[in-house]
């Protein structure tokens, strides 16, 4: 996979038992993940519809969306979810695309299931090397999975070097104020046009796309870290806790403590 960097973030594993249902349990990610059913089935509604998963079937949680985890009482639900960033080599995050296919179906999944099982418990493993060695070995099956089902094709003018320069511009901002005249100053272009060349190569505007890292980042800090709230707030700059929360609820369509409490264990 030349020219592509393939980063494993995370390696999630949950069992949610028969005594436990939701029916909203929110997903949002501007990342890449890959969900593996090891038992029972769950839905996860997004706006094109819902998608059942089960051990039949690997899913793709959908780039950009308010998405929910749905799962009826009476059944359990064991998953493991591969969390990834793909690169390419100007720099354009291929995660932030519909990369994958929303399901397929690889060969042997029961294998994979056996092989998931043992990195996840692997990763907390204290021996020297053992989590290193279940990193390689997820990255090995994203990498596996990209190279048959992946979608390369898209159109030619988002490889345009300046939507890189600005994309990271505003990934590395999401921690920031709206950075409106880097924008233009790295694209070397004015505001305006640096407007027009990012929404037709990217199909939003750079605000909206630095509003989308922004609030990823948030849902990033309240799952994978044990910030208090205050801290969560900080790391993104805002000076207080309460305007961070209205923002948060605003755009999560929950409270940052209702987040992270509906996160949890998932």
Request: hydrophobic share 45%; proline share 6%; aromatic share 8%.
């Amino acid at each position: 996979m030349q020219g592509l960097s393939l980063e494993l973030l995370s390696m999630p594993a949950s069992t949610h038992g028969a005594d436990t249902a939701f029916r909203a349990l929110p997903q949002w990610s501007v990342d890449l993940h890959i969900i593996h059913t090891l038992e029972g089935r769950a839905v996860l509604r997004t706006k094109e519809g819902p998608v059942e998963t089960s051990p039949d079937v690997v899913i793709v949680v959908p780039p950009f969306q308010h998405c929910a985890w749905a799962k009826p009482a009476g059944a359990v639900w064991a998953m493991i979810n591969l969390h990834f960033r793909l690169v390419d080599g100007a720099g354009v995050a291929l995660h932030e695309r519909p990369i994958l296919p929303r399901r397929f179906v690889p060969d042997d999944l029961a294998s994979i299931h056996e092989d998931l099982r043992g990195w996840a418990e692997t990763r907390g493993d204290d021996r020297p090397g053992a989590a290193q060695r279940a990193g390689c070995g997820a990255v090995a099956l994203g990498a596996a999975y990209l190279a048959r089902f992946g979608r390369f094709d898209g159109p030619e003018r988002a490889r345009d070097p300046r939507l890189a320069r600005i994309e990271a511009l505003l990934r590395e901002g999401a921690r920031g104020a709206f950075p409106a005249d880097a924008v233009a100053d790295t694209a070397g272009l004015s505001s305006s046009q640096a407007n027009r060349v990012f929404k037709a190569g990217m199909g939003l505007t750079p605000k909206a796309y630095w509003l989308r890292h922004r609030l990823g980042l948030a849902q990033s800090l309240l799952t994978a870290t044990r910030l208090p709230i205050q801290g969560v707030a900080e790391e993104l700059g805002f000076s207080d806790i309460y305007y961070f929360s209205r923002w948060f609820r605003q755009h999560a369509g929950m409270t940052p403590t209702a987040f992270r409490k509906a996160k949890q264990g998932f």
